[in-house]
């Protein structure tokens, strides 16, 4: 969603910095499909929100996503420039910190901690409501059932970063999958849909499309991962990282950008609007495409498989970002020492319960409902994507690079815009609040600690550990 990267590389893939072609190939398709897992799997709540957004207006869904997908490819340029820029990691923490000074590093981070949380608790509560559009039944358990995938994938963070390869597998099962029901929704579809009736919005076309495309932005969560995920690239050489952070973020901009516009489409086409309480937009989409057959199974396991794959990888980060602040017996944190702490397979722990806390009171707060959520989710990330801009601006400026400050400029006017429009709906206020008492609370630590150097680089200390 997304943050820094939502999944770390397996050790099984390392390749020299001179090494052939084939095991180069592996490293990057485990590095790339594993880092793209959050967004991707952001795919199946994102159209939702925006169609919801719409009052079920069909006739403007397509171009509200377009929308989004344009201001995604914005957000991407320029991490784009932030991989150039730090080709060892640091994404936007870094970027703040060398711009206007050490103590913007901890703006970003805040964001990162809140978005973190949001990140597992959405996954794991539109896992659960994936499970259910399956299997109806199971919706009196909604709560229950979102809690248990949240303990268990919780406790599965305990054995580390082994088997992370697979994250990369379901991403690509699930493009995989998604494209077959897409084929078969246009060529031979089992069921027309029958949209609800549409709200009036209280809007002209256009301004409805504007006033709704932020909630959508949810899709845009995990944008920044390669940015951070290059730390994880020790074997690699500067200019390789560059290479394998562009690749994926160009791979990311082709592969959410035309699954959320193909599936959008065929919504549209299929006419399938709001859900009923116990199914979900892609689910109906993939039932009204293929009928409850074999692949709508498939599409529904893998889809929710994906969701927790993100939650996992958030398991991940998080706690990593914890640990690298709290520091080490030798050079003090600023954080407590015992969110450091490790098992044997270097898992901190502590951190992992505090996440684990934080995510099972947002999914209890939301009734497990992930539409609850996302208007909390496009807040949080949006600060970091802010401040990495102006950063970005900053540096064009500095550097005599007009033409690029004006772009990054306009990118940031949109992306304030897109935050400010969420922030006006009302309880969406409480993740930019969540977001600034943590960056403050961190500040204030980090000078009582004497103020420890290498705080702009602890998103990629977070990575590389």
Excluded: C
């Amino acid at each position: 969603m997304p943050a820094t990267t939502r999944a770390t590389v397996p050790s099984a893939t390392t390749a020299s910095p001179r090494g052939g072609a084939p095991r180069r190939g592996i490293l990057f398709f485990a590095f790339a499909f594993a880092v793209i897992a959050d967004p991707v799997s952001s795919v199946a709540y994102a159209i939702e929100a925006a169609l919801r957004a719409l009052h079920g207006d069909l006739a403007l869904l397509l171009p509200t996503m377009s929308l989004v997908i344009g201001l995604v490819v914005v957000v991407t340029a320029n991490y784009w420039q932030l991989v150039r820029r730090f080709p060892r990691g640091g994404g936007a923490a870094a970027a703040a910190a060398r711009a206007f000074g050490p103590r913007w590093t901890f703006l970003p981070i805040g964001a990162l901690v809140v978005d973190f949380v949001l990140t597992i608790g959405i996954s794991i509560a539109a896992a659960a409501s994936a499970v259910i559009a399956l299997f109806p039944g199971l919706a009196p358990l909604r709560v229950p059932l979102a809690l248990v995938l949240l303990v268990v994938v919780a406790g599965l963070t305990w054995f580390g970063h082994g088997g992370r390869l697979l994250f990369a597998v379901m991403t690509v099962a699930f493009v995989v999958i998604s494209a077959a029901v897409m084929v078969l929704g246009f060529a031979a579809p089992h069921v027309m849909g029958h949209a609800a009736a549409v709200h009036d919005p209280g809007h002209p076309a256009m301004i409805a499309v504007v006033l709704a495309f932020p909630v959508a932005m949810a899709l845009a969560t995990g944008v920044e991962a390669p940015s951070t995920a290059i730390a994880q690239l020790g074997q690699l050489d500067d200019t390789d990282r560059r290479r394998f952070g562009r690749g994926t973020l160009a791979l990311l901009v082709v592969i959410v950008g035309g699954l959320t516009l193909t599936l959008t489409a065929l919504a549209v086409r299929l006419r399938i609007g709001i859900p009923g309480a116990d199914s979900t937009q892609i689910a109906d989409i993939a039932h009204a495409a293929t009928g409850p057959g074999r692949l709508y199974g498939a599409f529904q396991l893998t889809s929710s498989l994906l969701l927790l794959a993100a939650a996992s990888s958030s398991f991940q980060a998080g706690p990593g970002l914890l640990k690298a602040l709290s520091g080490t017996p030798d050079k003090p944190g600023v954080l407590p020492p015992v969110l450091g702490r490790t098992n044997r397979h270097h898992t901190p722990y502590w951190s992992v319960v505090v996440y684990l806390a934080a995510a099972a009171l947002i999914i209890v707060a939301a009734a497990g409902r992930e539409q609850e959520l996302v208007l909390f989710y496009a807040v949080a990330v949006f600060v970091s994507f802010l401040v990495g801009l102006l950063a970005m601006t900053r540096f064009a400026r500095t550097e005599n690079k007009p033409a690029l400050a004006w772009i990054n400029g306009i990118a940031a006017v949109a992306v304030a815009f897109t935050l400010a429009v969420n922030l006006l709906r009302g309880w969406p206020v409480l993740s930019l609040v969540a977001t600034l008492l943590i960056a403050v609370g961190l500040y204030a630590r980090w000078n009582r600690a004497g103020r420890p150097t290498g705080i702009e680089d602890v998103e990629a200390q977070a990575e590389g550990t």
